[in-house]
Each structure stands twice: as C-alpha cells, then as structure tokens.
C-alpha cells in the first residue's frame, strides 16, 4: 500500500493542504483497515476505488458489505473501540476513542455467566479467579479510551452486587452477614483470593510520537495482542466441584511441606513449597471409597509436590486395575 497516496511525508501532506486538497492517513491491523481522510466525500469515494484496484493487483478483494464511508461525527467502530469526533470538555470538536455499547452489553453476558445462580456451588476461589481473568482482560483493554472510568464504574457497582447475590445463595445467609464476613473495603475476597473491580484500572494515556509507516520499516513489525472472549473460563468445576476452596483449606491447615517424602524424587525434602507448587493428594485413592465425597474429608487429604504425586498416582492406579 506503499505505493499509492496513501504514503505521504508529513511536508507533502501539508502542501495538499495548502492546495485544499485531502490527506490520507490509514491504520491495519491483520485484514482490518480504517484510512482516514480530511477531504471531501468525493476524495473518500475515489480513494475507496483506487484501494479496490490496488487490491485487485495483489489477489484481494474489498468487501463491500464491510466497507463504509462515514463522517467521523457519526464514528466507526475498529478493533473493538468506537471511534467519533464529537464536542470535548472544553467545547470544542474532538477525537474520541470510546467503549462501543456491544462490548460492554459482552461483558456483562460474560459476568452473568460466571456468577450464574446455578453455579453455587463452585467454590468461591473458582469464580473470583475466572472473574478476575475476564476483568483485568477487558479492562487492559480498554483503559486506553477517553474517560473509562465512567463506564469501569458503572460495571464495578454491577459486579459488586452480582457476586454479593452468588455468596448468598452459596451460603444461604443475608446481606448484612456476607458483608461482615466477605466484603473487603468496596470488593470481596475469600482468603487469599480477592475479586478485581474494573475501577481499580486507570485510565492509561499512550505517548504520542512523529507519524511513521510502519510498512516501510527495516525491523519486524511488534503486534501487541488484542482481547479475545475465546476460550474464557467462567469458573466452572466440571470434574469437582468446590475443590479449589479445599485445596487452600488443606494448604491452610497442613502446610505446604509434601508429606510423602519419596526419596530420590520429592522436590520438598522436608522444606516448604511455594502454594502454586503444592498438589493435593487423597491418602487413599478416591475410587476406592463407596461414598467419594467423604474421599474429600481433611482427614483423607496431605500436601504432596507433583513429582511425588505423579509417582503415588501411578502406584495407586496399577493397584486399582488388579483390583478389577
């Protein structure tokens, strides 16, 4: 896209200018491209046609269902952000980046769906730690618009109360008791773990740099990654439900040394663990117990690292295949 008008010095785009004519300037990101234009919607329109041709020639073609020419006062949406130029603080006309509606209404579908009525009984670890992933996710995301505090706390307040409602139904206890025993300061947190707000995260102003084209550059061009809702956990405990709260309850009582002590392979050797290191083992193996969730009592239950736990469990499982 070098090649066409749209590779303009800055003093050749002044000088269009001077002439009254419109400049180009264009931001892409993989097959997604918005070029931007201060002339009149004739340029616009004879621009779109050069770029369909210039298309053409490399093997492409210019969707004309997902094309649009549109006054910047109306906006556009790009990359997940809503562009507009639209009256400032100040009272006068200025470029915005904001938060489009749809990815707020997302959000909250994608919140709704953690802390769903029917998935009490998950445990609390569970869900804070998928809520935590969605939210620091979107808001790293979008703490790059103008003034995402409004909407942070719009969603802040939202969140606030949703994970309220889940505790009490968990626990089958009132408002004024959940906040005496969960509420921290204006979040809620359940030991170690601690719910994220969307108003924790400010608002983050880029640098802005002399105009380049990143296309005529020597070096490799450095992509930074975009937010995705694909494959987001929403905390769901398929296999066991409950099992992260357990597990912090055993690492609470029984420590984080690793109670097999297999010689030649434990990684503990009688020293504490880091708790991301801990794995939580049943002393004896869980198929064996005709009622399985008392496999799940503290007393069936010891801090082990993954190497020894790796080593009980393939014991354990050769005994079981005998005993069938």
């Not at 053409?56 to 269902?65: A, D, N, P, Q, V």
């Not at 990359?79 to 938060?99: A, D, N």
């Not at 009622?291 to 082990?304: F, G, I, S, Y």
Request: proline share 5%; net charge positive; aromatic share 8%.
């Amino acid at each position: 896209m070098e090649t066409i008008s749209l590779n303009l010095t800055y003093e050749q785009r002044r000088s269009r200018r001077k002439k009254g004519l419109g400049n180009f300037l264009y931001v892409r990101y993989a097959d997604d491209c918005v070029v931007l234009c201060n002339g009149t919607k004739a340029e616009a329109l004879a621009m779109k046609e050069e770029l369909k041709e210039f298309l053409s020639t490399k093997g492409l073609t210019l969707s004309e269902e997902k094309t649009k020419i549109t006054p910047i006062t109306e906006g556009c949406k790009f990359l997940g952000y809503q562009i507009i130029r639209e009256i400032g603080g100040k009272g006068v006309m200025t470029p915005k980046v904001l938060i489009p509606d749809e990815a707020m209404k997302r959000f909250e579908h994608k919140r709704r769906r953690i802390l769903s009525p029917n998935t009490h009984h998950d445990s609390i670890r569970a869900k804070i730690s998928a809520a935590n992933r969605v939210t620091r996710g979107w808001c790293q995301y979008y703490r790059l618009t103008d003034s995402p505090s409004i909407p942070f706390g719009k969603l802040s307040n939202e969140i606030f109360w949703a994970m309220a409602h889940w505790l009490g139904r968990k626990f089958r206890i009132n408002m004024p008791e959940i906040m005496r025993k969960y509420r921290r300061k204006n979040t809620f947190g359940y030991k170690a773990a601690t719910l994220v707000m969307p108003k924790d995260f400010k608002a983050t102003w880029l640098k802005r740099k002399p105009w380049h084209n990143p296309y005529t550059a020597k070096d490799a061009i450095i992509r930074e990654d975009l937010f995705s809702w694909d494959d987001i956990w929403s905390g769901d405990e398929t296999q066991r439900h409950g099992w992260m709260d357990l597990r912090e309850e055993v690492i609470l009582l029984k420590g984080t040394v690793c109670a097999l002590k297999l010689p030649g392979i434990c990684e503990s050797n009688g020293k504490p663990l880091h708790p991301s290191e801990v794995e939580i083992d049943h002393i004896t193996p869980r198929a064996r117990f005709k009622v399985r969730t008392e496999a799940d009592r503290m007393k069936h239950l010891q801090p082990v690292c993954s190497s020894c736990h790796r080593a009980k469990t393939k014991t354990d499982r050769k005994v079981l295949s005998r005993m069938r």
